[in-house]
C-alpha cells in the first residue's frame, strides 16, 4: 500500500507554545488529505480536509484559528496546533487520499503531543 | 448521515481459532468499506476493503463479508496469531468525496 509519514512522531512541549506536525505522502500525489485526533481508547475523531490549494474544511467544534492547516503541496500537509494548552494533548494522525485508488485513505502513523 | 456501529467492542479469542468483527451501516449509498488495524501508539493500517458490488474478499487468513440488504459487512480472521492483537476498526464511505465514518473499534486480544 502506499506510504504516508508523519513528523514529529512525539512532541512535548509547554503550554502557550506552537507545534507544527508535517503530513507527508510518500509515493503518491495527495489533492486531499485528512486530520484526525484520538484520545486513549477512542475512535478516530476527524478534525478537518485539507485541500491542495484551497482553504481546509473544518468539522463542526474544531477551531480552525487554533488548528491551523497548510495543504501547499501535492505531497505535503501541515497541522499547527497554536497555543497549546494540556487539554490539546493527544494523538494526531493524519491520512491521504491515492486518487488513483479511488476511495482509499492511507494512515500516517500518528504524533502523540503532550502539552505540559 | 452515515452511521457506523461496530461490535464486540472486545474480543478475546484463542490462538488458533477464528474471529468475527460485525459492523452495520445506516446509510444505503454507501459503496466502499475498509478495515483498519491499529497497533498500540500506531496509525491505523488498512488490512482489507470491499466495495458494493461485490459479496465477499479474501486475502489469506483475512475475509470480508458485506450484506447490502441488511446493511451488515463482517471481518473474518481465520487461525488467529499473537500478531492479530490489536484495535479493529470498520468503516463506510458513502460516496468518493466523502469523509470516512468509523466504527467505535474493536479490541482483540489473542490468548495464548
Known amino acids: 500500500g502506499a506510504v504516508v509519514s508523519q513528523h514529529p512522531s512525539r512532541v512535548i512541549c509547554k503550554s502557550g507554545t506552537s507545534v507544527k506536525i508535517e503530513c507527508r505522502s510518500l509515493?503518491?500525489?495527495?489533492?486531499?488529505m485528512f486530520w484526525y485526533r484520538q484520545f486513549p481508547k477512542q475512535s478516530l475523531m476527524l478534525m478537518a480536509t485539507?485541500?491542495?490549494?484551497?482553504?481546509?474544511?473544518?468539522e463542526q467544534g474544531v477551531e480552525k484559528d487554533k488548528f491551523l492547516i497548510n495543504h501547499a503541496s501535492l505531497t505535503l500537509s501541515t497541522l499547527t496546533v497554536t497555543s497549546a494548552h494540556p487539554e490539546d494533548s493527544s494523538f494526531y494522525i493524519c491520512?491521504?487520499?491515492?486518487?488513483?485508488?479511488?476511495?482509499?485513505?492511507?494512515f500516517g502513523p500518528g504524533t502523540r503531543l503532550t502539552v505540559l | 448521515g452515515e452511521n457506523v456501529e461496530q461490535h464486540p467492542s472486545t474480543l478475546s479469542v484463542q490462538e488458533g481459532d477464528s474471529a468475527v468483527i460485525k459492523c452495520t451501516y445506516s446509510?444505503?449509498?454507501?459503496?466502499?468499506f475498509p478495515w483498519y488495524k491499529q497497533e498500540l501508539g500506531k496509525g491505523p493500517q488498512l488490512i482489507i476493503d470491499?466495495?458494493?458490488?461485490?459479496g465477499e474478499k479474501k486475502d489469506q487468513r483475512i475475509a470480508v463479508t458485506l450484506n447490502k440488504t441488511a446493511k451488515h459487512f463482517s471481518l473474518h480472521i481465520t487461525e488467529t496469531q499473537p500478531e492479530d492483537s490489536a484495535v479493529y476498526f470498520c468503516?463506510?464511505?458513502?460516496?468518493?468525496?466523502?469523509?470516512?465514518?468509523f466504527g467505535k473499534g474493536t479490541r482483540l486480544h489473542i490468548l495464548p
Open positions: 446509510d444505503s449509498a454507501s459503496n466502499y
Open positions: 491520512s491521504a487520499r491515492d486518487p488513483s485508488g479511488i476511495d482509499t485513505q492511507y
Open positions: 509515493d503518491f500525489q495527495a489533492t486531499t
Open positions: 470491499i466495495r458494493s458490488n461485490v
Open positions: 485539507s485541500n491542495e490549494g484551497s482553504k481546509a474544511t473544518y
Open positions: 468503516a463506510a464511505i458513502p460516496n468518493r468525496d466523502d469523509k470516512i465514518i
